[in-house]
Structures are given as structure tokens and as C-alpha cells.
């Protein structure tokens, strides 16, 4: 049966579209042909790393603390906590962290967060879902650490948010974006102490006016950049819990490692 005309129209147009955007694709990539976005070398398409690339990134595997997700020398047995955890309880359930924050990758993920490279958000949506495929599942509410309005402003876009959609495409988790909030202005974090980072971000994170209802009960998983201290994922943690959140998780897609 022939389709009517305004149904044969919308199919039209969905092919002229998808020609355009492959055409668009190849024009781009005769004009300016994709490379990795660590080595610069040649790719097969965007987003892409090359094999030297692959081996330059040190992805976070097993074995590893089984509560922060800090990486672990030796082989341990399964369950495996930390000093670190063992002595200071963390205000969240379990962390994990996809890739080794080094040389190797901070030139990327710092152009993502202050050199608008938001292209490389989609490659990043991966290495989340690799590292948090234990902990997210189609019913966690994904909560991305919030910005300050101001800086919010200052950067247009909140990097932590960018990621929270990438890793909700790849595993399909429920975006909840207003969950949380930062009413108070923090100091940059770069040169502190671990002790000043947890005075700095004391009570400067809170629950979003509304947000309790979805909060209450639910699992809710924090998304960050880099996992340093952990001292911004406890303030988000610590808010969620008081909220009455049932488990709280975190997935960065750094994290600092001390040599």
C-alpha cells in the first residue's frame, strides 16, 4: 500500500538528512582527517585512539579497592578495602575511576573542561561506562557534581553534567541533572591539601530545592572529572545521604594516583 503523501515526505527528508550528514562527515575528513586526540596520530574515524595511544593510558582495573576504587599494587582478594577506607569510612558506597589521571591524560581532560573540546565527550561516555559497568544500571539516577553559578557562567557548560550524558547514552542510566546544587562559591582545589579541600567544600554542596521526592530512596550515582581527594564526592555523598538516598555510588573518569 503507497504511503501517504505526507508520510512519503517525512521518509524523504530522513534520507536527505542522513545523506547530508554523511556527506557533511566525508567532506570533514578529506578536509581534516580524524586523529587521536592523545598522540595525533591517524584514525579510522573521531574519537578513536590509536594503538599508542592504548598503551600510554593506563586504564583502572583490578585488583583495587573494593570501597574507593584506588588501584592496588599487588593482587588482592576480592573485597579487598584500603587503608585509607579502613581508617576514614567514605560518605559513598563504592567509587570507581576509568583511566589513571597522568601525563598521558591530563592535556584531554583539561581541553574538555576549559578548551570547549566537548567532542570528546561521546570517548569519555566509554571509558566511564568501562570503569562504572558494576555499579550503574538502567534504574541509577546519574547526579553530575554541580557548578557554582558563577563559574557555571564562566565555562558555559558544566563539564561533570557533559559527562553524566554521555555515560546515561552508553548504559541508558536516568539523567538527574537538578539533583544537586552548590549554593556557596568554593576556591579552586588545584594546590590544596586534602585537609583544605574537605574544609573547602564543607557544606557548600546541598540537595536541589525539589530534588528530596526523587532522591528518597533511590540509588544515585555522582559523576566527576577527576577523582582527587575525594573530598568533593563525599560533599555530594554526604547531601544525597541526609536527602535519604538508599546507595550512593561514584564514576570519575580520573583519578589522581599517589606514586
Same mark, same amino acid.
Given at each position: 500500500?503507497?504511503?501517504?503523501?505526507?508520510?512519503?515526505?517525512?521518509?524523504?527528508?530522513?534520507?536527505?538528512?542522513?545523506?547530508?550528514?554523511?556527506?557533511?562527515?566525508?567532506?570533514?575528513?578529506?578536509?581534516?582527517?580524524?586523529?587521536?586526540?592523545?598522540?595525533?596520530?591517524?584514525?579510522?574515524?573521531?574519537?578513536?585512539?590509536?594503538?599508542?595511544?592504548?598503551?600510554?593510558?593506563?586504564?583502572?582495573?583490578?585488583?583495587?579497592?573494593?570501597?574507593?576504587?584506588?588501584?592496588?599494587?599487588?593482587?588482592?582478594?576480592?573485597?579487598?578495602?584500603?587503608?585509607?577506607? #579502613? /581508617?576514614?569510612?567514605?560518605?559513598?558506597?563504592? !567509587? *570507581? &575511576?576509568?583511566?589513571?589521571?597522568?601525563? $598521558?591524560? @591530563?592535556? =584531554?581532560?583539561?581541553?574538555?573542561?576549559?578548551?570547549?573540546?566537548?567532542? #570528546? /565527550?561521546?570517548?569519555?561516555?566509554?571509558?566511564? !561506562? *568501562? &570503569?562504572?559497568?558494576?555499579?550503574?544500571? $538502567?534504574? @541509577?539516577? =546519574?547526579?553530575?557534581?554541580?557548578?557554582?553559578?558563577?563559574?557555571?557562567?564562566?565555562?558555559?557548560?558544566?563539564?561533570?553534567?557533559?559527562?553524566?550524558?554521555?555515560?546515561?547514552?552508553?548504559?541508558?542510566?536516568?539523567?538527574?541533572?537538578?539533583?544537586?546544587?552548590?549554593?556557596?562559591?568554593?576556591?579552586?582545589?588545584?594546590?590544596?591539601?586534602?585537609?583544605?579541600?574537605?574544609?573547602?567544600?564543607?557544606?557548600?554542596?546541598?540537595?536541589?530545592?525539589?530534588?528530596?521526592?526523587?532522591?528518597?530512596?533511590?540509588?544515585?550515582?555522582?559523576?566527576?572529572?577527576?577523582?582527587?581527594?575525594?573530598?568533593?564526592?563525599?560533599?555530594?555523598?554526604?547531601?544525597?545521604?541526609?536527602?535519604?538516598?538508599?546507595?550512593?555510588?561514584?564514576?570519575?573518569?580520573?583519578?589522581?594516583?599517589?606514586?
Amino acid at each position: 500500500m503507497a504511503l501517504p503523501p505526507c508520510r512519503r515526505y517525512a521518509a524523504l527528508m530522513a534520507t536527505l538528512k542522513t545523506f547530508a550528514a554523511g556527506f557533511a562527515r566525508g567532506a570533514l575528513d578529506a578536509i581534516a582527517p580524524p586523529v587521536c586526540p592523545v598522540t595525533g596520530e591517524p584514525v579510522s574515524e573521531p574519537g578513536v585512539l590509536s594503538y599508542r595511544a592504548w598503551g600510554a593510558v593506563r586504564f583502572i582495573d583490578d585488583p583495587m579497592c573494593d570501597r574507593c576504587g584506588a588501584p592496588y599494587a599487588r593482587q588482592a582478594d576480592e573485597g579487598y578495602v584500603c587503608g585509607a577506607c #579502613l /581508617a576514614i569510612e567514605p560518605a559513598f558506597d563504592q !567509587a *570507581r &575511576a576509568a583511566v589513571v589521571y597522568d601525563d $598521558a591524560v @591530563s592535556g =584531554l581532560i583539561l581541553s574538555f573542561k576549559h578548551g570547549d573540546r566537548t567532542d #570528546l /565527550a561521546p570517548l569519555f561516555g566509554r571509558w566511564l !561506562a *568501562r &570503569a562504572g559497568r558494576e555499579l550503574v544500571t $538502567a534504574d @541509577s539516577l =546519574l547526579a553530575p557534581v554541580p557548578l557554582h553559578w558563577r563559574r557555571r557562567i564562566g565555562r558555559r557548560f558544566n563539564q561533570s553534567g557533559l559527562l553524566a550524558d554521555a555515560l546515561a547514552r552508553e548504559v541508558g542510566g536516568r539523567m538527574g541533572r537538578d539533583l544537586l546544587r552548590r549554593p556557596r562559591a568554593t576556591k579552586p582545589m588545584r594546590e590544596m591539601s586534602a585537609d583544605a579541600r574537605r574544609r573547602n567544600v564543607s557544606g557548600a554542596i546541598t540537595p536541589a530545592p525539589g530534588a528530596s521526592a526523587l532522591i528518597k530512596g533511590a540509588h544515585i550515582v555522582i559523576v566527576d572529572d577527576v577523582f582527587t581527594s575525594g573530598a568533593t564526592i563525599a560533599a555530594c555523598a554526604r547531601a544525597l545521604r541526609r536527602a535519604g538516598a538508599a546507595r550512593i555510588d561514584a564514576v570519575t573518569l580520573a583519578r589522581v594516583v599517589k606514586s
